[in-house]
C-alpha cells in the first residue's frame, strides 16, 4: 500500500515538474527521485494519455495547445451544452475557461445565471430577457444591474437545471476537491440539483495541491465531462 501511495505521489510531481518545464529527460528525473530510469520510463508511460505528453528516447515533452486549438476545443464544449438550454431554466456557471463565451453565446430568451464571474455580465447586459445572479464581490465601480448574493441560499439551487463547473483538482479516486470552501459548496449544491451537469477538467491542474482539501464530489455524478485548458 506504501508503495503504491508513492508511486502516486511522484507521478503527480512528475506531472509539476512538467508544468514547470516542457521539456525533462528521464535520467533528470531518476536522478531527482532516486529511482532507475526504468521505473520513470514506466511512469511517463502511464502518464502520457491522459496528461498530452509527447514521449521520445531520453525523456518526454509537453504538448501544448495552439491558441486556435484552444478556442475550438471551447466552442466544442459550448455547442454540447447550447442545445439543452431552454426558455425558463437556470444555470449555474463556474468554469473560467468557458464561462465568457457561453455566455456570449446564449440566445435573448427567458434565463436565469447563477456565477461568481463578474466579466459575465458585460455579455448579456444588452440580452434583456437574461437575470443574472452574483456570488462574490465586485470592485467595479459601474452600475451593475445584476442580483447579489452575498451569502449562500440553499433555496436558490432547488431550480437549477444546468450547472457547468470547472476542476482545481481531481485526485487519485476520481474526486473534485477545491481549495474554498464555499466555491466546494456552491459547486455541490448545484451539481446535486441540476437536471444536466457538466465538469470541465482544468488539465494543467491535475498535480497535487495541499490547499485542495475541501471534498465536491466524484466525477461520476456528472453527465458529461469535457477537457478544458491544456
Known sequence: MKKKYM????REKILAMYEESEDISTKDIAKYFNVSTHTIRRDLNVLASENNLNIYHG???KVRKTKLEEIENGINIINNIIPFIFEGCNIYMEASCVSECLADSLPNINIKIFTNDINVYQLIKHKDKIRM??????SS???LDINFSEYINKDIFESIDIAIVESEYIDSEG???SENLSRATLNRLAIE???YSYLIKDNRKKY???SCVYKVCSTDSFDNIFDGEE
Do not use: V
Not at 508511486?7 to 511522484?10: A, D, E, G, P, V
Open 175 to 177: 474526486y473534485m476537491l
Open 133 to 138: 445572479f452574483f456570488f462574490g464581490n465586485s
Open 208 to 210: 497535487y495541491s495541499n
Open 7 to 10: 508511486q502516486l505521489l511522484r
Open 193 to 195: 440539483k441540476a437536471e
Open 59 to 61: 525523456g518526454a515533452k
Open 141 to 143: 465601480s459601474e452600475d
